[in-house]
């Protein structure tokens, strides 16, 4: 029987997140076909909804998550924007913080044996990093600076015959913001990487 989101140990439904069913039964196909080549990583884990679909495909394979996230949101998180939660802002800080829910996340879904949290911005977690990745999902902040630092940051650590992902892809404007749309463009037109069947809105490429 193909994998769904019933077979996850925790109700996804129930995270808070910005991801649709078939795109994290994607996620998890791609982990589980790639986590041979090397550990996956996440860029923008926000409360662990993708990470949980990453998580549960690796863990069956004894592989590793990283899942990077600065945990203060991304810029239409933040207090007064659109997308802004009240349950994740931490008044006393007056910032955003997505690690407690995170972390909680993490441990109901008896993952912590396999997904290793780092607290940074993907820049500085990127500094000295030198491990080839099996997998790439790019999934943080959707101004085009911060699209293209990430895709600058860690598309070329995939490997040979792993995958980049990269959510919110939208061809046309009038659905969704460019920037992640930049970044696919720029990874299809790279050389680096065969592009694969989009599926919803999370771009695919398989490194060549
Ligand atoms: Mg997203």
Known sequence: MPFTKKDLP???DAIKGFL???????????????ITLGPCLEVGSYCGKSTVYLGAACQQKNGIVYAIDHHRGSEEHQLGEEYHDS????????LMDTFKEFRRV??????ED??????????????????????????GGHSLDAAMADYRAWATHVSVGGILAIHDIFPDPT????????????AKASGLFEELPTVNTLGLFRRI
Not at 20 to 34: H, Q
Not at 87 to 94: C, I, R, S, T, V
């Open 114 to 139: 396999t997904v290793i949290p780092i607290v940074a911005a993907s820049k500085l977690a990127s500094t000295n990093w030198s491990t080839p990745l099996g997998m790439v999902f790019i999934d």
């Open 175 to 186: 659905q969704g913001g460019q920037a992640p749309y930049t970044i696919w463009k720029l």
């Open 87 to 94: 349950d994740l802002f931490d008044a006393q800080a007056q």
């Open 20 to 34: 649709a069913d078939d795109e994290g039964e994607a996620l998890f196909a791609a982990a589980s076909e790639s």
């Open 10 to 12: 925790i109700n996804v």
């Open 106 to 111: 993490m441990r109901e879904a008896k993952l």
